[in-house]
């Protein structure tokens, strides 16, 4: 199988980590970090969950209605939300995701059907298959 990388895009921590800045190297992302309140930060600026969430929830979008234009389903009002846990376990940090996929207007089974295929071609679903636990939740 032959790869061919179509976009390259990078992207510099600077300052402390989770509570310090991103920069990608065009501009258009720039942005404060702070760790949330939860894990006992201030929470006043985005976090790392949040941007994987960002970058998630939309990839798995365009997959899903990439699949639906090759089965020539018609998609409306659909929306994918990703909730991106941060969990600790003795080895130190993980993360865990539920995708929640709304199909209005499509039977439970090929809306399900649907957000299978999409998770089988998503970019982040693939890259993450087998080290982060993903739970999808389908409703129509």
Not at 34 to 52: I, K, V, Y
Not at 57 to 79: G, I, N
């Amino acid at each position: 199988m032959t790869v061919k990388t179509l976009y390259t895009t990078e992207v510099t921590s600077s300052g402390d980590g989770r509570n310090g800045r991103v920069r990608s190297s065009d501009g258009l992302l720039d942005t404060a970090l702070a760790l949330p309140r939860e894990a006992g930060g201030s929470g006043a600026a985005t976090n790392p969950e949040q941007l994987f969430g960002a970058g998630y929830s939309a990839c798995f979008h365009s997959a899903l209605r990439l699949v639906a234009r090759e089965r020539k389903v018609k998609l409306s009002d659909d929306t994918v939300v990703a909730r991106v846990g941060l969990a600790q376990d003795e080895a130190g940090f993980l993360l865990d995701v539920e995708l929640s996929v709304l199909l209005p207007g499509l039977s439970q089974a090929d809306a399900e059907s649907l957000a299978r295929d999409a998770h089988g071609r998503c970019p982040y679903s693939r890259a993450i298959r087998g080290n982060i636990d993903v739970t999808l939740r389908v409703t129509v």
